[in-house]
């Protein structure tokens, strides 16, 4: 199971501070657990979000400055993560406590592997059209994210639906089953559209009516009212 540390904090902490030593400000909340804040080393909890994402467990350590003596071990799941939008790191953390004896409905990525025949041939063009499955479990077979193979779309037109997809054991996909995961379209083609050649007589008749009128003098068609 992937493991971090965690030390409490206070409200007393600057959040700057805590950044500025290498750490992140984090909260823990959910199941037999208070709010509590909490700040995690940057660096590992980066090496623990590769491995785990935000969808398998962590066991939680929770140290006590007042009381190293003392630590406290949760069961919790990343439930959000707040990043910088300029430099792209994470600035706060909030963890899930979790009972590991109760199944839990999360939203799991789609990973897709191998190459559409379809494609590759140039029968249609590949459309993704779902990312992520609700799916059910208990939180020890929570799969870090489930396959989708599209190496069986053949044809134009084929697609692979929810109901295709074979569930991890112990897991219970919640998504409508025939929601479309991806297929395979016709290829549109782009036609050029061909401009309107110009008419130069008109533009030439426009310029000396307006000429004309311009000066005062009647036109020929103002001649022949």
């Known amino acids: 199971m992937n493991t971090l540390t965690a030390t409490k904090r206070s409200k007393a902490d600057k959040l700057k501070t805590i950044r500025n030593n290498g750490m992140i400000p984090a909260v823990v909340y959910g199941v037999r657990v208070e709010n509590t804040m909490l700040s995690v080393p940057a660096i590992n909890f980066e090496k623990v979000l590769k491995t785990a994402g935000e969808t398998s ?19 919790v799941l990343i439930h959000d993560i707040q990043v910088d939008p300029i430099k792209g790191f994470p600035v706060h953390i909030d963890f899930l406590a ?14 897709f592997i191998g190459i559409a025949p379809a494609e590759k041939d140039g029968i249609g063009n590949l459309v993704k059209t779902l990312f992520e499955l609700e799916i059910e479990a208990l939180p020890k077979d929570l799969p870090h994210n489930i396959q989708v193979d599209l190496s069986t779309l053949l044809a134009l037109e084929d697609q692979i639906r929810v109901e295709n997809i074979v569930s991890p054991i112990g897991v219970k996909i919640l998504t409508d089953k025939e929601e479309v995961v991806a297929l395979i379209a016709a290829i549109k083609e782009e036609k050029e559209e061909e401009e309107a050649p110009v008419d130069l007589s008109s533009i030439e008749v426009e310029k000396k009516g307006k000429k004309d009128e311009e000066s005062g003098e009647e036109t020929p068609e103002q001649k022949q009212e």
């Open 57 to 75: 467990t962590i066991l939680l350590e929770i140290n006590n400055d007042n009381d190293k003596e003392k630590s406290k071990k949760i069961d």
């Open 98 to 111: 979790i009972d590991m004896n109760k199944k839990i409905k999360v939203e799991i990525p789609i990973e």
